[in-house]
Nanobody, 115 residues
Framework: QVQLVESGGGLVQPGGSLRLSCSAS????????MAWYRQAPGKQRELVSS???????NYADSVKGRFTISRDNIKKTVYLQMNNLKPEDMAVYSC?????????WGRGTQVTVSS
């Protein structure tokens, strides 16, 4: 059974930082492209960042320079370090694992940015 479990969300003030984690089980983690998506109320889900099996990274323009994605294939975990958070970053952040013919999702973790 495949499971992706996110953690690390919460309430943070503007300018603050959070580190999200997504732990995977039931998959050969190292061959999957891992990604973080987010969805704010009333908005479409958007890709925040991805990291390939080879370590190539990709970021949405809105988070470049503030967010950093990384992965630990031994721990089967992908991370999203989020710095200088803004109110517009507030959303449910979900983890995604993808290969050419499979995709799995976590349930998400809420990130709230408010003073």
């Amino acid at each position: 059974q495949v499971q992706l479990v996110e953690s690390g969300g919460g309430l943070v003030q503007p300018g603050g930082s959070l580190r999200l984690s997504c732990s995977a089980s039931g998959i050969i983690f190292s061959v999957y492209t891992m990604a973080w998506y987010r969805q704010a109320p009333g908005k479409q889900r958007e890709l925040v960042s991805s990291i390939s099996s080879g370590g190539n990274t990709n970021y949405a323009d809105s988070v470049k320079g503030r967010f950093t994605i990384s992965r630990d294939n031994i721990k089967k975990t992908v991370y999203l370090q989020m710095n200088n958070l803004k109110p517009e970053d507030m959303a449910v952040y979900s983890c995604n694992a993808m290969t050419t013919n499979r995709a799995y999702w976590g349930r998400g973790t809420q990130v709230t940015v408010s003073s």
